[in-house]
């Protein structure tokens, strides 16, 4: 997702806007062509995203699929932070984004703003050695609180989990973790800002005036 959104929010999108699964873009060693395929295939969405965030100009709310492979080590450094370990390999998740305009313009220009956003599901295919491939389902509904334009703190509040009982076990530990503890507060905020910041830099020429 990176480790969290492009969350959250192309994932970022924000939150990665928003989530650790469908988090934005963190500089690997390097990019395989699959994982450059699938950042461009995100790149239209990046930009809608850093649009709204920027110009801040009225307009339709933002809608777009995103598609975001992670490595074996990406999730095990992630994970680590919710203290369980991940014995699979790699994992491919696809998830539907929707953020409301309004939303991400008052996140940069009101003092101070805690936004509430719709739940995001997320569908995802797990490889395992021994038992083949296998599908997990699950959602989030993140809360991000702004102030002066910078993610602050952040809340995913994960829901329910399909997956099976092996996977959905480790996965229930480190959510129902986070939703306690909130571990991954700090990685969603660093990613949301960076996304805000440096990421949206990269596609300036794509949003600006725009």
Do not use: Y
């Amino acid at each position: 997702m990176s480790k969290s959104i492009f969350a959250l929010f192309c994932a970022a999108a924000l939150v990665a806007a928003t989530s650790p699964l469908v988090a934005q873009e963190k500089k690997v060693e390097e990019l395989t062509a699959e994982e450059k395929a699938e950042r461009d295939a995100r790149k239209d969405c990046k930009v809608a995203i850093c649009a709204a965030f920027h110009n801040r100009r009225p307009g339709p709310d933002i809608t777009c699929t995103v598609l975001k492979s992670w490595r074996k080590e990406q999730l095990g450094k992630f994970v680590e932070k919710a203290k369980v370990a991940w014995p699979w390999g790699r994992v491919v998740c696809t998830t539907n984004i929707a953020l409301k305009r309004d939303q991400l313009i008052k996140a940069m220009t009101e003092p101070k703003l805690e936004a509430q956003f719709d739940t995001q599901a997320v569908r995802c295919e797990v490889e395992r050695e021994k038992d083949g491939p296998a599908e997990i389902k699950f959602d989030f509904k993140p809360k991000i609180t702004f102030e002066g334009g910078k993610a602050v703190k952040a809340t995913l509040n994960w829901g329910k989990i399909d997956a099976p009982a092996l996977v959905k076990g480790a996965m229930w530990t480190a959510t129902a973790t986070d939703n306690t503890f909130n571990v991954l507060q700090s990685t969603v905020v660093e990613d949301i800002n960076d996304f805000i910041g440096p990421k949206c830099d990269e596609v300036k020429a794509d949003w600006q005036g725009k």
